[in-house]
């Protein structure tokens, strides 16, 4: 089944304590995203990454961090955590079809992270 | 700065009716314009597109309007089914690289 995986689907922690929200998708997709979902605010994009080795800022990049050694990984790194980084947070794919194009985005089934 | 916005937090519909979500954007470099779905606890998924050389994009029940001049688009959903309650996200880039997306429409269809 094609699909994105994230992993933890749920996690509280402290501020200051590094976490990992691993992204892994089996679709061969070129492209990956992360996005983080804040009332009110909807969902902002916060890397992305065109293939391997390809990364570049969304619009909120500050306190993350990314790579992308593996095409089918694009693990999201919290350096030291602070709580205005709880939110819900989504990964997701495309396939690219041309240097400006890409289809449209799968979505994994988020990551809950609270940060006290 | 919001530069993709939908003004209506919620909708309510009666089945069979047409639903009719809203969506506004600042940047007229946007190109390349989605509206993506999302059930509770799921992320969300792809439901229609439509790009900047068009003006009207169909699939099934569901339409997409893209007014350029006036830098809004609108998602028609004819005739509206319950299965079809969930938030409504759009979505619009100008490079496919950058997305933005608007805060969401939740949409309630009563049977």
């Known amino acids: 089944e094609a699909q994105v995986t994230q992993n933890p689907r749920y996690l509280i922690t402290v501020t200051g304590k590094k976490l990992t929200v691993t992204c892994s998708q089996n679709?061969?997709?070129?492209?990956m995203s992360w996005y983080r979902q804040d009332p009110g605010l909807g969902l902002r994009q916060i890397y992305y990454?065109?293939?391997?080795?390809?990364?570049d800022k969304g619009d909120v990049p500050e306190g993350y961090k990314v790579s992308r050694k593996e095409k089918r990984n694009f693990p999201l790194i919290l350096e030291s955590p602070s709580p205005n980084q709880t939110s819900l947070y989504f990964c997701?794919?495309?396939?690219?079809?041309?240097?400006?194009?890409?289809?449209?985005?799968?979505f994994g089934d988020g990551t809950r992270l609270s940060i006290l | 700065d919001q530069q993709v916005k939908q003004n209506s937090p919620s909708l309510s519909v009666q089945e069979g009716r047409i639903s009719i979500l809203n969506c506004d954007y600042t940047n007229s470099m946007f190109d390349y314009f989605l509206w993506y779905k999302k059930y509770p606890a799921e992320g969300p998924t792809f439901l229609i597109s439509i790009s900047s050389i068009k003006d009207k994009n169909e699939d099934g029940r569901f339409t997409v309007f893209l007014n350029k001049s006036a830098k809004h688009l609108s998602l028609h959903i004819v005739p509206s089914q319950p299965g079809d309650s969930a938030v409504y996200f759009c979505?619009?880039?100008?490079?496919?690289?950058?997305?933005?997306f608007g805060t969401g429409t939740s949409l309630t269809v009563i049977p």
């Open positions: 679709m061969n997709h070129e492209y």
């Open positions: 990454s065109m293939n391997v080795e390809v990364t």
């Open positions: 997701a794919s495309s396939r690219r079809t041309g240097v400006l194009s890409n289809q449209p985005q799968h």
């Open positions: 979505a619009a880039s100008a490079d496919s690289n950058q997305f933005y």
